[in-house]
């Protein structure tokens, strides 16, 4: 117990940024598994953190209601910006969403409430590393429900092959804007705990870079499953600790080894971490099929 | 009048890197589908290697831009073998791609910040002559001729390159079709080669024309490019040479032109994203595409 108290001590922060990054992972996750390449879900977390944060420093908002208020904002902004650009695909649709969050990124730098470029400053510290995990918990397992359930199926159809999907009588716009929407309220909240957390939060932090990590943690993670992102999200937000842990200290030389592992991952683990940890138990079984092959996004 | 004229050369100076760096973006996105994360890294890479052969080597920047830009060539071929030769074959290689490009731009930025530190440099004084030319009230230095002419005489070059050499039509064959290109007996591997080079090239001399322009040289330079190189080639139409072009120009202007008309630069990049999300939405083939972009 000694123990855990002094490893809390030293590790705490990271053990609390994993919980979050874990949960925007997840956001996103909820997006691709309808096959929707979103670059938007940091600018959601954005939302989320900055509309929390205000309601709470201006307007004394008790803490669980304002968070619940950031994610819900999050979830009406991205019900708007849905409609039009969730016609797009791949590529598309993924400049269009990081079109609108350089755009959130930049509305935040320019307003005054938001408190410009140095940030919102003096957000009560009131998230603690078990209401992280307690979100944590209920998101995967509200996902690992929702994935066996009938949307679950519809929006694996949809990422499979979105017109048979059309053809077989699935309502895609109807599927897609949930996932969408489901993906910002999720990074909403993650958005708002990082808020209550961190005692500032700054527009920089949920740029296009930011965007990008939720993306890597789950493909490296691997989105067949839902602990995928989880993984994912475990892994990279630990390794640059872990590699100064290993004698790894030099900034730029910590770096580079971020980036091979990623290449050699990316590389050698096609289908995500996740995958090849269930492998093993998978292969016990009689009859399986060959390895599957992770769809195109 | 004057000063809507100084803002337009203002914006064409300006829109011409853009549009240099967006080429690069666009042509590899044109031949393989893929976007190349790392192309600002090369971009980066290519400036400060300019610097430090002008520098350490001592070079005329005459000797030194050409050398540096022979280099971020060789470092496109490196990205080319490294980061996506190994995911042709798969089936989600436009998404693994993006992400092994991004690990090869951390790996490249955590080169550079190695080899270069994380200063800001500058280049050595009296590299160059740069004259300053005023006609009226309209302010021209010949650095801004110089840097305009280089990048539309690459740009035109590329495009003849592109359209009348037997090379050229070998990379629009695999941008068709990889698959038929190859049954045609095209050295496909050699083409992709060919066009990471090309690109990563023309990367670099962007990173070197803004790095002598601007003359501010980090390691982080490259990360305010990537996002306008994004917007730029979108703007123009996926995939598309003269598309990329002219995509830059505007997008310079329309920056140089919400700078002027609001007086502050805080705006400047939202109008220009705004424009970017509004093409998306009402014409997402861009300006010169070729109207595939609902099924990409």
Redesign the interface.
């Known amino acids: 117990m000694e123990y855990l108290a002094q490893f809390y001590a030293v590790y705490g922060s990271l053990i609390n940024f994993i919980g979050i990054n874990a949960i925007l992972a997840l956001s996103l996750y909820v997006t691709l598994s309808a096959g929707q390449l979103s670059l938007g879900n940091a600018a959601f977390a954005g939302i989320g953190a900055y509309a929390s944060g205000i309601l709470t420093m201006n307007f004394n908002v008790p803490y669980p209601i304002s968070v619940a208020a950031g994610a819900g904002l999050s979830a009406i902004t991205a019900l708007v910006i849905g409609m039009p650009v969730l016609r797009m695909r791949g590529i598309f649709l993924a400049m269009a969403t990081l079109a609108f969050g350089e755009v959130v990124r930049i509305a935040a730098v320019n307003m005054d409430i938001t408190g410009g470029a140095q940030g919102l400053v003096g957000i009560p510290c009131k998230t603690t590393t078990y209401i992280i995990y307690g979100v944590l918990a209920a998101t995967t397992y509200f996902l690992a429900v929702l994935r066996g359930s009938k949307i679950g199926w519809s929006l694996a159809g949809i990422r499979e092959d979105e017109t048979a999907a059309m053809v077989m009588g699935i309502n895609t716009s109807y599927y897609k804007t949930l996932a969408f929407v489901l993906g910002a309220f999720i990074a909403g909240i993650a958005g708002a705990l990082y808020a209550h957390l961190n005692f500032i939060v700054t527009p920089g932090e949920f740029g296009f870079s930011a965007a990008v990590q939720l993306l890597v943690y789950n493909i490296v993670g691997g989105t067949q499953s839902v602990y995928g992102p989880i993984l994912g999200a475990f892994i990279l937000t630990a390794l640059p600790e872990a590699l100064r842990g290993a004698g790894v200290t030099a900034g730029s030389l910590r770096l580079g080894v971020n980036g091979v592992i990623l290449l050699l991952v990316i590389i050698y683990l096609p289908n995500g971490l996740i995958f090849y940890l269930s492998k093993k138990y998978l292969s016990k079984k009689a009859g399986r099929s060959g390895g599957t092959v992770q769809s195109e996004v | 009048m004057a000063v809507l004229l100084q803002q337009l050369i203002n914006g064409l100076f300006i829109g011409s890197v853009y549009g240099l760096f967006a080429v690069g973006y666009t042509l590899v996105f044109g031949v393989l589908?893929i976007?190349n994360?790392a192309h600002a890294a090369i971009f980066t890479l290519g400036a400060l290697t300019a610097l430090w052969l002008t520098t350490a080597g001592a070079l005329s920047i005459w000797i030194a831009f050409p050398l540096a830009t022979l280099v971020s060539g060789a470092l496109g071929l490196v990205l080319d073998r490294?980061?996506f030769a190994?995911?042709r074959r798969?089936?989600?290689s436009?998404?693994?791609g993006?992400?092994?490009s991004?690990?090869?731009?951390?790996?490249f930025?955590?080169?550079a910040?190695?080899i270069f530190g994380a200063r800001t440099v500058r280049f050595p004084e009296g590299i160059f002559i740069n004259r300053v030319w005023r006609f009226g009230s309209v302010t021209v230095t010949s650095l801004q001729v110089e840097i305009v002419l280089t990048a539309l005489a690459l740009m035109l070059a590329l495009t003849a390159f592109v359209r009348h050499t037997r090379a050229g039509r070998a990379i629009r064959a695999v941008a068709e079709s990889e698959r038929t290109a190859r049954l045609l007996g095209i050295n496909v591997d050699g083409v992709i080669a060919l066009t990471f080079f090309i690109s990563s090239a023309l990367g670099g001399v962007a990173g070197i024309l803004y790095g002598l322009y601007f003359d501010a040289l980090a390691p982080d330079m490259g990360r305010s490019i990537?996002?306008k190189g994004?917007?730029v080639i979108?703007l123009g139409g996926?995939g598309s040479i003269p598309g990329a072009i002219l995509g830059g120009i505007a997008f310079g202007l329309s920056e140089v032109f919400t700078v002027a008309l609001t007086g502050t630069s805080?705006?400047r990049?939202?109008v220009a994203?705004?424009v970017?999300?509004a093409i998306?939405?009402l014409k997402?083939s861009g300006l010169l595409g070729r109207g595939r972009?609902?099924?990409?």
């Open positions: 589908d976007l994360l490294v980061a190994p995911l798969r089936a989600d436009n998404l693994s993006l992400i092994s991004i690990a090869m731009a951390i790996i930025e955590s080169a910040l190695g990537e996002l994004l917007a979108v996926m805080n705006l990049d939202a994203f705004s970017l999300f998306l939405v997402p972009a609902r099924e990409a």
